[in-house]
């Protein structure tokens, strides 16, 4: 019997390492090589005039939200524009004039494709038409949208249970698009709805739905104003979310102090130059009054200390704990006090590796404020006791009573642009019966109820042949999950993938059997039906619906806009035999947003939100009610430490994103405030460990990984000397996800260790 054709697909690509040069990293972040960086990239893929009528529309009421965080407008947005050096890029990169059409995939093989880096790949422009790649062939060919949707159909009805499909989103769509998809996936029958953000903010969702009755934060953007002390934890919103950086300043503009918590001191926390106000001019404004230097995954080991040091305060005497709001909102105090007395501050203390003058200092700051905000990101969520991680945080706002009033309360900065209006309108894969009840009555079908797939558990069912179909909503599967070489497996082991894509990524290369790609509109863009203009809408960090609506033409004539094809699949997959008219439904939002507000609380409808500026979904947080957690309290919480048992000659790893990159599309090869320019197949190391094992700097070295006597292997990484604590080690995020393994996840939430991965080093051979 001849063996199954497989395709000689790379994994990684072009992994030569360049010309590297490297400077000190720097102290600030933005001011005007913000803007001249800004420029450079918008310029060069869309031309001048168009670049900047376009900018001038970024997250303004009558223009489009900005595809790259999910960070809020203020009210009053900048005349001079509302976007950020990286917001600039994550346009350009959309925009660009670049096109993968279908003389492109005659040109080159998937195979041959493989072989580029993921820069290359991410720079040959946006996806026209839909493609096929068909079993047995190496090359994508044109494919009609009808055909392509019969396609789908043919394979979603051979399945022998609906349980075998996967419908991964990521948080790119639009509440509209989203709504549709997860009504489509249960009208098909599972809830196998795997999304982007059990990769990411998942552990905070689970921490604050258990502890706070949310699984969202619960600050609005003019709380930074009044705010007395921001915690920014395992974040780096000068990269990440640097429209946060205004909002810090304004809180320091009123006095307010910062504490970051973090094992490196990333430029965009220490000063700050506004470059779209005169403080960008002078010298900026310094962001950090104190820098808790913490070793990786040591943040509830440092929590306690904190904690433990506030108790013995208001042992002494002082006024610390806010004890009315603790009797009234709370319960678990005095449990959560018993506990602390378990530990040792010497144990602490040497756990977080932190000088005991400032963490005395950051506690006597907090023993006397009471008007306190913790925000956080990936450097809480991505590890093994992620969810504890969070819940010691809400332990610390509860005991000060920061939250429900002004200038208080929980902030996970979210990642994706629209990842948690997704999430609101139905992207889950645990069953709601409420929303299934809803479901049901507004639509006339019964959605299953049986609990779905979430990434991780998806990967495995497709490794495992489980699951034989894959649907992508947007995103870069293959490169985002953990655990590169197993991901590649599962998604071969498919026969059939599909990508929504706007841009082309490795999800396109490393394919089932057959694959089809089904390029669709950026949110920059126009999206006209009949001659008549749409708009769609989504929800920001703060729990804000609103609008967006593009401004450019769209890129080919032949793209759909995310909801028709949506319709489509589904109209082709239900031929009309469906209490859904499903086709009609994907061209007009307007309906789909009637049906959003008659099944989703909080949702008011198109008529209600006439003049398009958004509103507030409901947050019991904000209105300090608990009624819906058991004995209606707010819960404190006994958090575990977290536990890594390592050999003498290894390190814990963080995987983290250069400021170059958007998660797997590589803007560029710079990460400016670290020094970096001209290569990310970078490893951030303590001088002193370097000395220790014999390292130069730019020394070439393999990462490996050991768990359950697996290998796993990225190679060829150049040593940087950095300020990281000791035994802690950073590379960039996608290279070093080879290491990660599938299975290891938190606790809970299931997202992946990406912050905490044990490794050791072996020189490049
Ligand atoms: N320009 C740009 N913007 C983006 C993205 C992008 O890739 N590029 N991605 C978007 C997405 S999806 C997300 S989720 C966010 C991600 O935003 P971030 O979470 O800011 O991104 P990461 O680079 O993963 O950074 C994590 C930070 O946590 C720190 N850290 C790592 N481990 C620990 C730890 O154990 N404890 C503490 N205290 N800190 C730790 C790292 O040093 C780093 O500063 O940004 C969003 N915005
Ligand atoms: N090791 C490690 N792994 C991680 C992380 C980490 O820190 N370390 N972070 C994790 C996190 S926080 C996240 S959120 C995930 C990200 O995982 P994903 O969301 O799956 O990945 P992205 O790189 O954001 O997806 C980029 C692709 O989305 C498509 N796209 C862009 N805009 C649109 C649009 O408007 N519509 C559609 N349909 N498609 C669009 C483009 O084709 C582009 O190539 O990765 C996770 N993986
Ligand atoms: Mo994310």
């Known amino acids: 019997m001849p063996s199954p054709f497989k395709r000689n697909i790379s994994l990684t690509g072009d992994t030569r390492l360049t010309i590297i040069s490297l400077t000190d990293s720097k102290e600030f972040a933005a001011g005007f090589p913000g803007i001249k960086v800004a420029i450079q990239h918008t310029f060069k893929e869309m031309g001048a005039l168009e670049a900047l009528g376009t900018l001038s529309k970024m997250n303004q009421k009558d223009g489009f939200d900005c595809a790259g965080c999910a960070w809020p407008d203020p009210e009053k947005p900048s005349k001079l524009g509302e976007y950020c050096e990286n917001g600039a890029k994550a346009l350009a990169e959309e925009a660009t004039y670049e096109k993968v059409d279908a003389d492109f995939f005659k040109k080159h093989s998937v195979e041959e494709i493989s072989t580029w880096s993921d820069f290359h790949i991410g720079k040959s422009g946006r996806l026209t038409q839909p493609m096929i790649l068909r079993e047995g062939s190496i090359h994508y060919e044109p494919i009609s949208w009808d055909a392509a949707f019969d396609t789908i159909a043919v394979h979603l009805k051979s399945l022998a249970s609906p349980d075998e499909a996967i419908f991964y989103t990521s948080g790119r769509s639009s509440n509209e698009a989203a709504f549709l998809y997860g009504l489509f996936v249960r009208a098909f029958g599972t809830?196998?709805?795997?999304?982007?953000?059990?990769?990411?903010?998942?552990?905070?969702?689970?921490?604050?739905?258990?502890?706070?009755?949310?699984?969202?934060?619960?600050?609005?953007?003019?709380?930074?104003?009044?705010?007395?002390?921001?915690?920014?934890?395992?974040?780096?919103?000068?990269?990440?979310?640097?429209?946060?950086?205004?909002?810090?300043?304004?809180?320091?503009?009123?006095?307010?102090?910062?504490?970051?918590?973090?094992?490196?001191?990333?430029?965009?926390?220490?000063?700050?130059?506004?470059?779209?106000?005169?403080?960008?001019?002078?010298?900026?404004?310094?962001?950090?009054?104190?820098?808790?230097?913490?070793?990786?995954?040591?943040?509830?080991?440092?929590?306690?200390?904190?904690?433990?040091?506030?108790?013995?305060?208001?042992?002494?005497?002082?006024?610390?704990?806010?004890?009315?709001?603790?009797?009234?909102?709370?319960?678990?105090?005095?449990?959560?006090?018993?506990?602390?007395?378990?530990?040792?501050?010497?144990?602490?203390?040497?756990?977080?590796?932190?000088?005991?003058?400032?963490i005395d200092e950051a506690v006597s700051l907090l023993a006397e404020k009471n008007k306190i905000i913790i925000c956080w990101a990936m450097g809480l969520t991505q590890h093994k006791n992620g969810v504890d991680n969070i819940k010691e945080c809400v332990n610390l706002l509860l005991l000060k009573g920061s939250l429900g009033k002004p200038g208080t309360g929980t902030c996970p900065v979210r990642g994706h642009s629209n990842?948690?209006?997704?999430?609101?309108?139905?992207?889950?894969?645990?069953?709601?019966?409420?929303?299934?009840?809803?479901?049901?009555?507004?639509?006339?079908?019964?959605?299953?109820?049986?609990?779905?797939?979430?990434?991780?558990?998806?990967?495995?069912?497709?490794?495992?042949?489980?699951?034989?179909?894959?649907?992508?909503?947007?995103?870069?599967?293959?490169?985002?999950?953990?655990?590169?070489?197993?991901?590649?497996?599962?998604?071969?082991?498919?026969?059939?993938?599909?990508?929504?894509?706007?841009?082309?990524?490795?999800?396109?290369?490393?394919?089932?059997?057959?694959?089809?790609?089904?390029?669709?509109?950026?949110?920059?863009?126009?999206?006209?039906?009949?001659?008549?203009?749409?708009?769609?809408?989504?929800?920001?960090?703060?729990?804000?619906?609103?609008?967006?609506?593009?401004?450019?033409?769209?890129?080919?004539?032949?793209?759909?806009?995310?909801?028709?094809?949506?319709?489509?699949i589904a109209n082709a997959y239900f031929k009309n035999q469906h209490p859904v008219a499903w086709e009609d439904l994907g061209k007009d939002y307007d309906t789909i947003r009637e049906k959003m507000s008659e099944i989703l609380k909080g949702f008011e409808s198109v008529q209600k939100d006439s003049k398009g500026s958004g509103y507030?979904?409901?947050?019991?947080?904000?209105?300090?009610?608990?009624?819906?957690?058991?004995?209606?309290?707010?819960?404190?919480?006994?958090?575990?430490?977290?536990?890594?048992?390592?050999?003498?000659?290894?390190?814990?790893?963080?995987?983290?994103?250069?400021?170059?990159?958007?998660?797997?599309?590589?803007?560029?090869?710079?990460?400016?405030?670290?020094?970096?320019?001209?290569?990310?197949?970078?490893?951030?190391?303590?001088?002193?460990?370097?000395?220790?094992?014999g390292y130069k700097r730019l020394d070439i070295v393999d990462l490996v990984s050991n768990y359950d006597s697996v290998e796993r292997r990225a190679q060829k990484f150049l040593i940087v000397p950095y300020n990281i604590p000791q035994g802690n080690l950073g590379a960039y995020f996608p290279e070093a996800n080879m290491v990660v393994p599938h299975n290891h996840y938190a606790d809970k939430s299931n997202t992946p260790i990406s912050k905490s991965i044990i490794v050791h080093l072996e020189r490049s051979k």
């Open 419 to 568: 990842v948690q209006g997704d999430r609101t309108v139905g992207i889950m894969h645990h069953v709601s019966k409420e929303l299934n009840q809803s479901i049901e009555k507004v639509f006339g079908f019964t959605p299953p109820n049986k609990e779905g797939l979430d990434t991780v558990k998806a990967l495995e069912a497709m490794h495992e042949g489980r699951a034989k179909v894959f649907i992508g909503l947007g995103g870069n599967f293959a490169s985002a999950v953990a655990d590169t070489n197993y991901a590649a497996e599962a998604l071969q082991n498919c026969d059939l993938t599909v990508q929504i894509s706007t841009k082309l990524n490795r999800s396109h290369l490393i394919t089932g059997k057959t694959a089809l790609i089904l390029p669709t509109l950026g949110r920059s863009e126009k999206d006209n039906a009949n001659g008549k203009e749409r708009f769609l809408t989504v929800e920001n960090s703060m729990g804000k619906v609103h609008r967006t609506k593009g401004v450019l033409q769209p890129k080919s004539e032949h793209l759909k806009s995310e909801p028709e094809i949506i319709g489509g």
């Open 616 to 693: 507030y979904l409901p947050n019991n947080v904000r209105e300090l009610d608990f009624s819906k957690l058991e004995h209606g309290k707010a819960k404190f919480s006994i958090c575990k430490m977290a536990s890594h048992e390592r050999k003498p000659n290894e390190f814990l790893l963080m995987t983290i994103r250069s400021h170059d990159q958007f998660n797997t599309t590589i803007y560029g090869l710079n990460d400016r405030y670290r020094g970096i320019q001209n290569e990310r197949r970078v490893l951030f190391m303590n001088p002193k460990d370097m000395e220790r094992f």
């Open 191 to 358: 809830n196998n709805m795997p999304d982007c953000s059990n990769m990411c903010h998942e552990s905070s969702g689970v921490a604050l739905s258990e502890t706070l009755g949310i699984g969202k934060g619960s600050v609005k953007l003019e709380d930074f104003e009044e705010a007395e002390v921001i915690i920014v934890m395992g974040q780096n919103p000068g990269t990440n979310h640097p429209r946060m950086l205004s909002a810090l300043e304004k809180c320091k503009k009123n006095g307010g102090k910062i504490i970051s918590i973090n094992p490196l001191a990333e430029a965009g926390l220490i000063r700050f130059k506004d470059p779209q106000s005169l403080s960008g001019i002078t010298k900026g404004t310094s962001l950090t009054d104190i820098h808790l230097q913490v070793k990786i995954n040591e943040d509830v080991a440092l929590l306690k200390l904190l904690l433990k040091k506030l108790a013995h305060l208001e042992r002494s005497g002082k006024s610390v704990f806010d004890h009315n709001f603790i009797k009234t909102y709370t319960e678990g105090f005095d449990q959560l006090l018993k506990d602390l007395e378990r530990y040792s501050e010497n144990e602490l203390l040497e756990r977080c590796g932190i000088p005991e003058e400032t």
